[in-house]
């Protein structure tokens, strides 16, 4: 899911298969269900996109914004800052005012902002994405997402619970429109806690979501 083109290229594909099996349906009716799934699809690349930068900058690991690594960095120009004097703690994550291409394909502008307390890894520290002005691939994404760590569970995997409230305004070569996406869900690390290197890591992910289609 590192490449949103790439993610929702698949979607597209999933979606055509879903139309042709509903072939009763009249042409509206799965039109909207086309643009419900690729609306969803990419608020769930999108959210799960800024958790990833999140996630590997609330630990700390800032140097990893500037690794050669392809699975390692977003972007070279990418300026990431810290404000520990602030309560909750602040890590910004500026794309700058024009797009910029990165190393996962996408276009990237604006600002990522985490507000967290406590480590990542720390039971019940949090962290909450917001962005200013943030734009992928000339889509603007806002809204927040919320990440609170409930500690280990029965099976001794650590335990997240993930709050999204989002919003994405189409650019015009998309159709245009806005779509929005509201999710609660519990996020179980199954894999790759032991290493330093978040590409590796595999989560058990469950709960609902819900939203609106641009149409």
Not at 45 to 59: G, K, L, R, W, Y
Not at 81 to 101: E, K, Q, V, W, Y
Not at 186 to 198: F, H, I, L
Request: charged share 20%.
């Amino acid at each position: 899911m590192r490449s949103i083109r790439n993610f929702k290229t698949v979607v597209v594909i999933i979606s055509a298969v879903l139309a042709f099996s509903a072939c009763k349906k009249d042409k509206a009716e799965e039109d909207n269900d086309t643009t419900s799934v690729v609306d969803n699809a990419m608020a769930d690349a999108s959210f799960n996109d800024v958790a990833n930068i999140a996630d590997e900058a609330a630990t700390g690991a800032l140097v990893s914004y500037r690794g050669a690594e392809p699975e390692k960095i977003l972007t070279t120009c990418a300026t990431v800052s810290i404000d520990s004097m602030a309560t909750p703690h602040r890590i910004s994550i500026d794309f700058g005012t024009t797009n910029c291409l990165c190393k996962d394909g996408n276009y990237r502008s604006g600002i990522i902002y985490v507000d967290f307390i406590g480590h990542y890894r720390d039971s019940a520290s949090t962290h909450t994405i917001s962005f200013n002005n943030y734009y992928v691939n000339f889509n603007k994404i806002e809204g927040t997402k919320t990440v609170t760590n409930n500690g280990r569970n029965a099976g001794g995997h650590l335990s997240f619970t993930v709050a999204i409230n989002g919003t994405i305004t189409w650019d015009a070569q998309y159709g245009g429109g806005t779509s929005t996406h509201i999710s609660n869900r519990t996020r179980e690390w199954v894999a790759g806690e032991n290493t330093p290197d978040w590409s590796d890591d595999a989560y058990l992910i469950s709960g609902t979501s819900s939203g609106t289609n641009r149409n």
